[in-house]
């Protein structure tokens, strides 16, 4: 059976007939019960009624008018409701109503037996046939008619046989009344079984839950009773990516896989991202803004498409032992479920309005991940649309983990100097501290390395902004010793300041605790209902003579002021932090002498922090046993050997003691085995060796291969610590080109102007080139003494309102950058060097005219229609992308432009005046936000078309018997693909 195209031309000429047939058996059964409810005739027809009570022609024209203005009205509703089945099926399922409706009753006595209720109508109904299965579109047509025949019967006025004729006379205003109630009426379907009238009071309800329950950022390090409420979206501290986009657009429309790093991490997301983060990182952070920004729709910069989505968040963690949602409305949750109209979500997402926000791959189970997994490939089946955002840790789930459901994969890198200054402030000011106390911090933080170091994490950042705000006057010398401090005041010290009586010494709350957090991790879960704490609790206290207090009563003590677990939902309890449950529980293991259970779980990802945090914990003789079976692993299980020996090497960040033999082993596994890295594929993992992989690094690149010595300057980059700044100033002596692209890159780890004189000054750079992706780094480009080019691509979150701060840059060859308002492009006719301009983002584009004539690339997208594009004639443009243009523009300039060979155009109504590009080798059609209609297409036999994106299926039917070069996206929608000749070669880009 051949389903029906989405073209519109079919429908109009097939099905269009039939629903318009249906909508007038409709309007004329209303009719015909309507005349007859006031004379025993009911067996004459329609004609014969009128001719009884109408003598003037005039009067039955007046009749015949209403009748069929009904059936135009029924025929509007029925179109939408109807238009996705199959054209066969159609005709067959609304001649079977035209057949059905007929026969019925329609009586006074019998709408009133059926309490004039259109269901119970089409219950009867179906009952007085004989019994088949006719399909859902004969239901759903069958539904429909009944509510149009009740509501106009319900509504056209009673009269008295010699008032038809007045009756008639006001046909206008009953028409218009009639209107109104049929558009009222819900449209039913398979995606609206009770219609849609309140999807939008629902979704604006929905909404401003999502704001109020999302806007908020947790003080980690502060106790419950004493955190201060921050508003997230005011204090959001964008954090910056490394790794690949998928959806990284090059100078102009190219859908590109290229690397990044140091981009913020709103810049690097696409419609689907995976997220990658350590501990503490920023993770569910991020989700939060996300879902809070879209709830009010309020993205700017590369994000405004997604202005308009819904968002869907979904913590993994709540269902580690429960099934994932099995229905798209079990992503709705809370008190608003309950009023939610039926099928809504599904709507949502079928439109591609969602956005779904999946938190923490890492926190079920490893045997259940290949089933969240399946879960989001059936997900992005049914809704290939949705925007997707999943994070994880890297440990959990390696960048290709979601390569195959086309997903992008980014990195969340270590906050660099100036976002931990930034990220400092607006922590002392959310918790009302004063300014000595953070310069107290800041003083510390530049004068002590370690310190610097762990302040890069957003969580121990916050750990150690608390301990400071709490007095302490030398902060820790390392992680261990900052959870220690901050367990020690989260679980005693606030408490003992403010004179609140204690149920519970520090010691016996930690053991608690510890039980707690290693049943969790035992069982792979980061959450338990509160019953089974209770539970684990009451049979815990069992063992602790000198406890007395109930269970039930030491369970709400800690909630309500422990600050390290909580009640995030009604009826479950989890710690605040991750990182809590694992410390804890390394802790209980080390204990309990569960050296095998460590052993036996080390391959496991979810446990890698709990064994290198049980290593700080643990005693010589134990560590020195954990570490040696563990290596031993490696060496029996090569599928597990690079993961298990980089657990080694993590280890001895917290390790007091080993034994000298172990820690020789150690050594030589990772100058052996692990550095240098072979590609830049393993510096992530390499990294969690943390700042010590430096002393493993080679002090030279000379007798490294290119791809080593590149992976090699990007492992001592994620170090991002001083001693790292030193080897980097080695490294970046290498004139090698991709050595020289990995310096450039890391000056986005490092304070600016350090970096600049230190590490880039005397750097031969990419042939002079030098990348620069933040306004914070322009001032210090005048250290760069072999610097001949700049290239400079700011992130979105750094609008510009001006672009006089491009003429401080005398060597600037390449300019992409987001601006806001009226642009005047004027500024730019000093920068002689200027080759690429790429602006998107502004209003109106001014002085156009001003434009260098070094210019080869152009890209200038504006929100209003260009109405005159002859700024561009006699441009030497090899590439040009453009917004869209206004009707009346002419664009006979484009034929003058003799050296243009790629042209990008954006939202285009016509492509016939394309036809008068003499030269053109390639022409990009992007981003349609409405059909794109290639039957207008005029013949360019050696230009190559690329159609990258559109909100709506291709229809490429148009290009069948062409000679035509397509380059197509995987992720796009095609209609007509087998139709194509053999003149079309495609280009699939993935």
């Known amino acids: 059976m051949r389903r029906r195209p989405p073209s519109n031309l079919v429908w109009v000429h097939f099905e269009i007939a039939a629903v318009s047939k249906l909508g007038q058996s409709v309007a004329m059964r209303a009719a015909t019960e309507w005349l007859a409810s006031h004379t025993d005739e009911r067996t004459l027809s329609l004609a014969d009624l009128a001719a009884r009570q109408l003598s003037k022609p005039t009067q039955r024209a007046k009749l015949d008018t209403l009748i069929q203005h009904i059936g135009h009205q029924v025929t509007e509703q029925l179109e939408p409701v109807l238009e996705r089945f199959p054209e066969d099926e159609i005709a067959a399922s609304l001649a079977a109503v035209e057949v059905a409706l007929e026969s019925v009753d329609l009586s006074d006595s019998a709408l009133l037996a059926d309490d ?94 999502i704001a109020r329950t999302y806007d908020r950022l947790e003080l ?56 990658r983060g350590e501990a503490g990182s920023g993770k569910t952070t991020l989700l939060d803004w996300l ?74 189970p490893p045997a259940k991940r290949h089933g969240v997994r399946e879960w989001l490939r059936e997900l992005m089946s049914a809704f290939p649309e949705a925007k997707v955002v999943v994070t994880a840790r890297p440990a959990a789930a390696d960048a290709k983990w979601l390569a195959e459901l086309d997903f992008s994969s980014v990195v969340l890198e270590q906050m660099s100097p100036t976002d931990v200054k930034v990220f400092l402030q607006r922590w002392h000011e959310a918790a009302g501290a004063t300014e000595e106390t953070q310069r107290r911090l800041m003083s510390q933080l530049d004068s002590r390395e370690h310190l610097r170091s762990l302040a890069s994490s957003p969580l121990l950042c916050a750990m150690l902004c608390a301990l400071n705000l709490g007095r302490v006057s030398e902060l820790p010398q390392n992680r261990m010793e900052l959870y220690a401090a901050a367990l020690t005041m989260l679980l005693d010290l606030r408490d003992a300041e403010r004179g609140i009586a204690r149920i519970l010494t520090t010691s016996d709350k930690t053991v608690l605790l510890r039980d707690l957090a290693w049943r969790l991790t035992l069982g792979g879960r980061s959450q338990l209902p509160t019953t089974k704490v209770r539970e684990h609790i009451a049979r815990k206290v069992r063992c602790m003579p000198n406890v007395d207090r109930v269970s039930d009563e030491i369970v709400t003590h800690l909630l309500e002021r422990s600050g390290v677990v909580r009640e995030p939902v009604p009826g479950q309890v989890d710690f605040v932090h991750r990182t809590f449950q694992e410390y804890l529980a ?29 290593c700080g914990h643990g005693q010589r003789t134990q560590v020195s046993e954990l570490l040696t079976e563990v290596l031993d692993r490696a060496e029996r299980e090569p599928r597990h050997a690079r993961r298990l020996r980089l657990l080694a090497g993590a280890c001895m960040e917290t390790v007091r003691d080993l034994d000298t033999a172990v820690h020789d082993r150690i050594d030589q596994v990772i100058k052996t085995q692990l550095v240098p890295p072979r590609s830049t594929r ?61 310096i450039a890159r890391a000056w986005a780890h490092f304070d600016p102007q350090r970096y600049a004189e230190d590490v880039l000054a005397d750097a031969p750079l990419s042939g002079g080139e030098i990348f620069v992706s933040a306004t914070r780094m322009l001032p210090h480009l005048g250290a760069l003494r072999h610097r001949t080019s700049v290239e400079l691509w700011l992130p979105d979150h750094e609008p510009k309102r001006d672009l006089t701060f491009a003429t401080e840059i005398d060597d600037l060859r390449y300019l992409r950058t987001y601006v806001v308002g009226h642009a005047d492009l004027s500024p730019l006719s000093s920068c002689d060097h200027l080759e690429v301009l790429f602006l998107y983002g502004a209003e109106r584009y001014l002085g156009t005219d001003q434009l260098p004539h070094t210019l080869t690339y152009l890209g200038l997208y504006q929100s209003e229609l260009w109405h005159d594009i002859g700024f561009m004639r006699d441009r030497p443009f090899l590439d040009v992308e453009l917004s869209q243009v206004a009707d009346d523009c002419d664009l006979g300039t484009l034929a003058e432009m003799p050296g243009l060979h790629t042209f990008s155009c954006r939202n285009w109504k016509s492509y016939g005046p394309l ?42 039917r148009a290009l069948a018997g062409r000679s035509v070069r397509l380059d197509l996206s995987r992720r796009q929608r095609h209609l007509g693909l087998d139709e194509l000749g053999p003149g079309v070669t495609i280009n699939w880009a993935s």
């Open 220 to 275: 980690l390090g502060l106790s419950m009773k004493n955190r201060p409420r921050l508003a997230l979206s005011v204090a959001y501290l964008s954090l910056t990516v490394s790794g690949e986009k998928r959806e990284h657009r090059e100078w102009f429309g190219g859908l590109e896989r290229a690397e990044h790093s140091g981009v913020r991490v709103e810049s690097a997301l696409a419609s689907r991202t995976f997220v």
């Open 586 to 614: 390394g802790e209980e293991a080390m204990q309990d002498g569960q050296i095998e259970t460590l052993i036996s779980h080390a391959h496991l990802d979810s446990w890698l922090q709990t064994i290198v945090l049980a």
């Open 915 to 956: 036809a008068g590009l003499p030269n053109v080798q390639r022409l990009r059609i992007t981003d349609g936000q409405a059909p794109i209609d290639l039957s207008g297409l005029p013949a360019l036999p050696d230009v190559g078309i690329v159609i990258l994106r559109s909100a709506y299926v291709i229809d490429l």
């Open 291 to 364: 879902a809070i920004t879209a709830a009010r729709g309020g993205f700017v910069g590369n994000l405004h498409t997604w202005n308009g989505l819904i968002p869907f968040p979904l913590r993994l963690r709540a269902h580690a032992d429960s099934p994932l949602p099995a229905r798209p409305e079990e992503l709705v949750t809370g008190l608003l479920r309950g009023i939610m109209p039926a099928g809504w979500v599904h709507r949502v997402m079928k439109a591609g309005k969602g956005l779904l926000l999946v938190d923490g791959v890492d926190e079920v």
């Open 116 to 209: 004039a209720d259109p269901e119970v109508l089409a219950q009867r109904i179906r009952r007085s046939l004989p019994r088949a299965d006719l399909g859902r579109c004969y239901d759903i047509a069958l539904d429909q008619s009944c509510r149009f025949l009740v509501q106009i019967i319900r509504h056209l006025p009673s009269f008295q046989p010699r008032a038809l004729a007045e009756v008639l006379s006001r046909a206008t205003a009953q028409t218009a009344l009639l209107e109104d109630v049929l558009a009222r009426l819900p449209r039913t379907s398979l995606y609206a079984p009770q219609g849609t009238d309140n999807d939008d009071e629902f979704r604006d309800e929905y909404l401003r839950y």
């Open 682 to 742: 393993e510096t992530a993992s390499l990294a969690t060796i943390g700042h010590r992989i430096l002393k493993y690094l080679p002090r030279t690149l000379a007798a490294l291969s290119e791809p080593v010595a590149r992976a090699t300057v990007r492992s001592a980059a994620l170090a991002g610590s001083s001693e790292a700044m030193e080897l980097l100033a080695r490294y970046a002596k290498d004139d090698r080109w991709w050595v020289q692209e990995e």
